[in-house]
């Protein structure tokens, strides 16, 4: 890769790694809150993570829960769980951040909300994980509600 391509690269997952921005107050723009299956995929080092991303309230387009994965990758599975705290920045898009309690560093996520007939889903999430020197590692997720309000 070139050092142009670094530079951009970079730029980008650090943009990304920003804390999350606080929300409004106003109404809420989509109702996120009950239990959604998690999937996630760690491009390097090689990892999947599987889980449960619980969303326990929301105030207009705040809103808090927990992500509980398994994390699996060469040295074998690893359980991370820890608070999310987020904001459904529209009807369509969301951001939030997980901050695993046996990491120092956060994982910020920033999915689009894709509803239809039969379940409501996050789909063509990333997230990137920061550390205090910058970013550590990324990767995409999805989730699909498996119940609600």
């Known amino acids: 890769m ?36 998690y999937q996630g995929d760690q491009s390097a080092p090689p990892a999947t993570l599987s889980g449960t991303l619980t969303i326990t309230s929301q105030a207009g387009q705040a809103f808090t829960g927990t992500l509980d994965v398994t994390q699996t990758d060469i040295s074998g599975p690893h359980p991370l769980s820890g608070p999310v705290t987020g904001c459904a920045l529209d009807a369509t898009s969301v951001d939030f951040g997980v901050l695993f309690t046996v990491e120092a560093a956060a994982r910020r996520h920033l999915g689009t909300v894709k509803m239809d007939v039969t379940m409501d889903s996050l789909t063509n999430g990333t997230w990137v994980e920061s550390g205090p020197s910058g970013p550590i590692a990324s990767g995409t997720f999805k989730s699909a509600r498996q119940s609600g309000p």
């Open 2 to 37: 070139t050092r142009c391509r670094c530079a951009i690269l970079a730029a980008l997952v650090w943009g990304c790694a920003a804390p999350v921005s606080p929300c409004g107050t106003g109404p809420v723009p989509v109702d996120l809150r009950g239990t959604w299956t």
